[in-house]
């Protein structure tokens, strides 16, 4: 089974590292996660990131002087069709502060999976396996997964 037919219906929130994958060409990732991107771009699909990820993305372009790189990822982020940016709120900040209190999460792992629930997300994409099981978000890591 595929990433996308994994995902299940609905919005599906994004770790930062997938927007990398897709904008930088990734070699094994890449094609794992470029259906996701395309069933977004035809309005099939809600992708759901904070906006954590756009600072994350945005600096190593930013420290190698590499306007263009910087440039499609914040169009990627900001405007793209079926990409959703969300920002943080008080209340986030709170459920966060929960979620790392309950499971020793780092904060903008917190702040990144917090956000996803809020935009009604029950699966959110990583690779990272140091995240720990929320209740009513299944985590899904690119790793476990093969071209399709």
């Given at each position: 089974m595929g990433l996308r037919a994994a995902a299940g219906r609905g919005p599906v929130g994004l770790d930062t590292a997938v927007f990398i994958y897709f904008i930088e060409e990734h070699h094994r990732f890449l094609p794992i996660v470029r259906p996701l991107f395309e069933?977004?771009?035809?309005?099939?699909?809600?992708?759901?990131?904070?906006?954590?990820?756009?600072?994350?993305?945005?600096?190593?372009?930013?420290r190698a002087g590499d306007r263009a790189?910087?440039?499609?990822?914040?169009?990627?982020?900001?405007?793209?069709?079926g990409v959703r940016l969300v920002d943080f709120t008080r209340e986030h900040f709170r459920a966060a502060a929960q979620l790392r209190a309950v499971t020793a999460v780092k904060t903008p792992d917190a702040l990144?999976?917090?956000?996803?629930?809020?935009?009604?997300?029950?699966?959110?994409?990583?690779?990272?396996?140091?995240?720990?099981?929320?209740?009513?978000?299944?985590?899904?890591?690119?790793?476990?997964?093969?071209?399709?």
């Open positions: 069933e977004a771009d035809r309005g099939r699909r809600q992708l759901v990131t904070s906006v954590l990820t756009l600072m994350e993305v945005l600096v190593a372009p930013y790189l910087a440039r499609r990822y914040d169009v990627l982020l900001t405007r793209s069709r990144q999976l917090v956000s996803a629930m809020a935009a009604g997300c029950t699966t959110f994409v990583t690779n990272d396996r140091r995240l720990p099981p929320v209740t009513g978000l299944r985590v899904l890591l690119l790793d476990d997964f093969d071209e399709p």
